[in-house]
């Protein structure tokens, strides 16, 4: 096929990568926790452990997982914690033990954790003891035999562990009382993974590595199968792209969006411990000040981010007054750009942030921005990746011309292997021809820059994550004085979309707006839940009695 993009490649940029070496993540970890043993590797609230005692733990972890519990390869294994060193121990366990991660939200409600954990077949799991009573109201409906517990504290050094601990239980009492008979703690895991001992297991690159869940274009959450082909391949095409940036071993990478994402996954965990930089992690970028006071004391290089979370930056009047001489890269995603933020980035920092674009099933880069690019905004999402086709077609799968505002579909070795246990939702994504179906409408100029145009489907995006109409629709109709309702995504100024409901409740029910708001949050993660709730008498349909949510959306934005 025609690729007009690699006449605008950065000159040196290849256009293919390779990966007949057979590489997997396993075997690039352990050779990165060779090459920079001493070097830090990740730390969190001001505790940095390095390659060689990362390579240590994980060891530990993996032994517990296939030594001590027996579990085989391919046993799925899920992880519900926020930025925390006990993060990466788990991760790379998993990964040498041959077994395939299941990346949870730790601030899913119990339904939401279910679904995830039944779906996904997980026999083991590792979770912050903050979300362990979420885990006790549904584990006995679940796969999971086998629960390691661990503290936020856990892996600081002796005596800032027991302070964080004792903070964090008796004094902001953020950890409900739980009861998970036959868990262990962390520490005692890899205690008797350490008695144990672990035999490493061969990895090929058609292992599945994670099972990152995700909604797809629609419907219920799903289980995209990413290999250790599709993530090796786009780490090798991400560093292709941003390489010659690259200070091998001595890059301070601040990762603030949650490593349970895909975006923060790869592009800072798995691409910069490739290549031993030093990922710093920030476990509730929420808490802004404290956030800018940690970045005080570090001569950063390298941030990705949101939208949402750029612009939060920027309104704190001391992430102004810091030293940038050092930002080399920033990189956002998830979300759309938005000018007014890139242009005040650069005021604030001289520098540039280069956009990119992707999804969960294609692991998740599709395409970026040069970064040679010096142009504060151009409201492209760049270039495709090395090794990455991308076409523009219509609704009967043609290939439109130059231009032509159509659905993106994309083809290279990142795309999924498919969706796990649907293969009805596979074909529906998946052109026979192999390239994926994003869902996304958009155009290519004649230089090959991508550009977004609109959203396919009805999904809601709230500062990066995906909403599902469907999904809140469900919770809402199944209030007892609901009658039916209909969801959309209506612009905000701070989230890029919020979630609107509109419902039509039953005669004489005394519902409200605070009590959908309240029911709502009972089911559904914060994100999730309805920021505008409207009554109304009944709602636009076709003549097959479906509800118009795009008559609803026409509507709310005066159109």
Same mark, same amino acid.
Not at 499 to 527: N, Q
């Given at each position: 096929?025609?690729?007009?993009?690699?006449?605008?490649?950065?000159?040196?940029?290849?256009?293919?990568?390779?990966?007949?070496?057979?590489?997997?993540?396993?075997?690039?970890?352990?050779?990165?926790?060779?090459?920079?043993?001493?070097?830090?590797?990740?730390?969190?609230?001001?505790?940095?452990?390095t390659y060689a005692e990362l390579d240590r733990m994980s060891a530990e972890f993996a032994g517990w997982l296939s030594g001590e519990l027996g579990l085989k390869p391919g046993t799925r294994v899920a992880i519900m914690l926020p930025n925390l060193l006990q993060y990466p121990v788990a991760l790379f366990g998993v990964l040498r033990a041959g077994m395939t991660v299941v990346n949870v939200n730790p601030?899913?409600?119990?339904?939401?954790?279910?679904?995830?954990?039944?779906?996904?077949?997980?026999?083991?799991?590792?979770?912050?003891?903050?979300?362990?009573?979420?885990?006790?109201?549904?584990?006995?409906?679940?796969?999971?035999?086998?629960?390691?517990?661990? %503290?936020?504290?856990?892996? #600081?050094?002796?005596?800032? =562990?027991? @302070?964080?601990? !004792? $903070?964090?239980?008796?004094? &902001?009492?953020?950890?409900?009382?739980?009861?998970?008979?036959?868990?262990?703690?962390?520490?005692?895991?890899?205690?008797?993974?350490?008695?144990?001992?672990?035999?490493?297991?061969?990895?090929?690159?058609?292992?599945?590595?994670?099972?990152?869940?995700?909604?797809?274009?629609?419907?219920?959450?799903?289980?995209?199968?990413?290999?250790?082909?599709?993530?090796?391949?786009?780490?090798?095409?991400?560093?292709?792209?941003?390489?010659?940036?690259?200070?091998?071993?001595?890059?301070?990478?601040?990762?603030?969006?949650?490593?349970?994402?895909?975006?923060?996954?790869?592009?800072?965990?798995?691409?910069?411990?490739?290549? %031993?930089?030093?990922?710093? #992690?920030?476990?509730?970028? =929420?808490? @802004?000040?404290? !956030? $800018?006071?940690?970045?005080? &004391?570090?001569?950063?290089?390298?941030?990705?981010?949101?939208?949402?979370?750029?612009?939060?930056?920027?309104?704190?009047?001391?992430?102004?007054?810091?030293?940038?001489?050092?930002?080399?890269?920033?990189?956002?995603?998830?979300?759309?750009?938005?000018?007014?933020?890139?242009?005040?980035?650069?005021?604030?920092?001289?520098?540039?942030?280069?956009?990119?674009?992707?999804?969960?099933?294609?692991?998740?880069?599709?395409?970026?921005?040069?970064?040679?690019?010096?142009?504060?905004?151009?409201?492209?999402?760049?270039?495709?990746?090395?090794?990455?086709?991308?076409?523009?077609?219509?609704?009967?799968?043609?290939?439109?011309?130059?231009?032509?505002?159509?659905?993106?579909?994309? =083809?290279?070795?990142?795309?999924?292997?498919?969706?796990?246990?649907?293969?009805?939702?596979?074909?529906?994504?998946?052109?026979?021809d192999g390239f994926l179906r994003t869902g996304d409408i958009a155009t290519m100029d004649e230089q090959g820059f991508f550009r977004i145009v609109d959203r396919k489907k009805d999904m809601i995006l709230v500062s990066g994550f995906n909403v599902f109409p469907n999904e809140v629709e469900n919770v809402v109709t199944l209030h007892p004085d609901v009658i039916e309702a209909a969801c959309i995504g209506?612009?905000?100024?701070?989230?890029?979309?919020?979630?609107?409901?509109?419902?039509?409740?039953?005669?004489?029910?005394?519902?409200?707006?605070?009590?959908?708001?309240?029911?709502?949050?009972?089911?559904?993660?914060?994100?999730?839940?309805?920021?505008?709730?409207?009554? =109304?008498?009944?709602?636009?349909?076709?003549?097959?009695?479906?509800?118009?949510?795009?008559?609803?959306?026409?509507?709310?934005?005066?159109?």
């Amino acid at each position: 096929m025609h690729k007009p993009w690699l006449e605008s490649y950065i000159p040196g940029t290849p256009a293919e990568i390779d990966l007949s070496d057979g590489a997997t993540l396993v075997s690039i970890f352990e050779q990165a926790a060779r090459r920079f043993a001493d070097r830090p590797a990740f730390s969190c609230m001001d505790h940095a452990i390095t390659y060689a005692e990362l390579d240590r733990m994980s060891a530990e972890f993996a032994g517990w997982l296939s030594g001590e519990l027996g579990l085989k390869p391919g046993t799925r294994v899920a992880i519900m914690l926020p930025n925390l060193l006990q993060y990466p121990v788990a991760l790379f366990g998993v990964l040498r033990a041959g077994m395939t991660v299941v990346n949870v939200n730790p601030l899913y409600t119990p339904r939401e954790l279910k679904h995830q954990l039944v779906d996904s077949g997980a026999e083991a799991i590792l979770i912050l003891e903050n979300f362990a009573a979420t885990l006790q109201k549904v584990i006995a409906d679940t796969p999971v035999k086998h629960v390691a517990l661990t %503290g936020i504290g856990d892996l #600081l050094p002796f005596p800032k =562990r027991h @302070i964080v601990n !004792f $903070v964090v239980r008796r004094v &902001k009492k953020m950890v409900p009382e739980y009861q998970l008979p036959g868990s262990v703690r962390l520490e005692q895991a890899l205690a008797r993974g350490r008695a144990r001992g672990f035999t490493p297991v061969q990895v090929t690159q058609d292992d599945l590595a994670f099972l990152q869940y995700t909604g797809g274009t629609t419907g219920v959450s799903k289980g995209a199968m990413l290999t250790h082909r599709n993530m090796v391949g786009n780490l090798r095409q991400m560093h292709a792209w941003i390489g010659d940036l690259i200070d091998e071993g001595r890059e301070v990478v601040i990762t603030a969006l949650p490593l349970y994402h895909v975006f923060s996954l790869v592009c800072n965990c798995l691409l910069f411990m490739s290549v %031993g930089g030093l990922n710093v #992690l920030i476990t509730n970028p =929420r808490d @802004i000040p404290a !956030f $800018v006071k940690e970045l005080s &004391k570090l001569n950063f290089s390298i941030i990705t981010g949101v939208n949402t979370l750029f612009n939060a930056l920027l309104q704190d009047p001391d992430f102004a007054r810091l030293d940038f001489s050092h930002l080399k890269w920033a990189g956002a995603g998830g979300m759309a750009l938005q000018a007014a933020t890139a242009q005040k980035w650069h005021e604030v920092t001289g520098k540039y942030v280069q956009e990119g674009y992707g999804l969960t099933e294609t692991s998740p880069v599709v395409t970026m921005q040069p970064t040679t690019v010096d142009a504060v905004y151009t409201g492209t999402i760049g270039l495709p990746l090395p090794s990455t086709e991308v076409l523009i077609r219509d609704e009967d799968g043609r290939d439109l011309p130059v231009g032509e505002p159509g659905e993106l579909c994309v =083809r290279g070795p990142q795309v999924m292997k498919g969706y796990w246990q649907r293969p009805e939702a596979t074909e529906q994504v998946m052109y026979p021809d192999g390239f994926l179906r994003t869902g996304d409408i958009a155009t290519m100029d004649e230089q090959g820059f991508f550009r977004i145009v609109d959203r396919k489907k009805d999904m809601i995006l709230v500062s990066g994550f995906n909403v599902f109409p469907n999904e809140v629709e469900n919770v809402v109709t199944l209030h007892p004085d609901v009658i039916e309702a209909a969801c959309i995504g209506v612009p905000d100024p701070k989230s890029t979309e919020a979630v609107k409901i509109f419902v039509v409740k039953r005669e004489g029910a005394v519902l409200d707006r605070d009590g959908v708001i309240a029911w709502c949050r009972e089911s559904l993660t914060a994100y999730k839940v309805p920021r505008h709730v409207e009554f =109304r008498a009944e709602l636009p349909k076709t003549n097959v009695g479906k509800i118009l949510r795009r008559a609803l959306r026409d509507e709310a934005q005066g159109g």
